[in-house]
Each structure stands twice: as structure tokens, then as C-alpha cells.
């Protein structure tokens, strides 16, 4: 069955939970066990952190080659 939002109350599936934005790897806090939460499944409060952390986390810098000639391996000279 796929719900459509004219079958929701107030237009979200989960009212009051987060949903996934993107795929949420954590650590069950009472199984130990490891987690997937593809997006747009909702969230428990253990894996809710989890996705709030890496969105408050700074992006890495992408990291460019330098630019010019670079020394050659006397392995591959």
C-alpha cells in the first residue's frame, strides 16, 4: 500500500518524528547491532541524533591536486 498525502491527517507520515535525509549508519544502543536508515524512513531518538550530528557537522573541504608538473617515481621513470 503507498500512502499519499491525501491520506495523512497532517500531510507527514510520522507525525513528530524525524525522517531521514540521507542514509543514517548508527549502533543500536541496546542490541549493539549496526543500522541502516534509508531516507525517508523514520527515525528512533538514537539514530535522530545521529543524522543531527552529521548535519551540524562542517563539510570537508574538497581537497584539489596541485596544479603543474608533478616528480616522477624512479620506479615508473
Known amino acids: ?8 491527517a497532517d500531510g507527514a507520515p510520522f507525525p513528530g518524528k ?20 534509508m531516507p525517508g524512513e523514520a527515525l528512533p531518538d538514537f539514530a535522530a541524533a545521529v543524522q543531527e550530528a552529521k548535519d551540524k557537522a562542517p563539510a570537508m573541504p574538497v581537497v584539489q591536486p596541485p596544479k603543474g608538473r608533478r616528480a616522477v617515481s624512479k620506479d615508473r621513470a
Open 18 to 37: 524525524t525522517i531521514a535525509h540521507d542514509y543514517v549508519h548508527c549502533t543500536h544502543p541496546e542490541t549493539g547491532l549496526e543500522v541502516v536508515f
Open 1 to 8: 500500500m503507498v500512502l499519499k498525502n491525501e491520506d495523512l
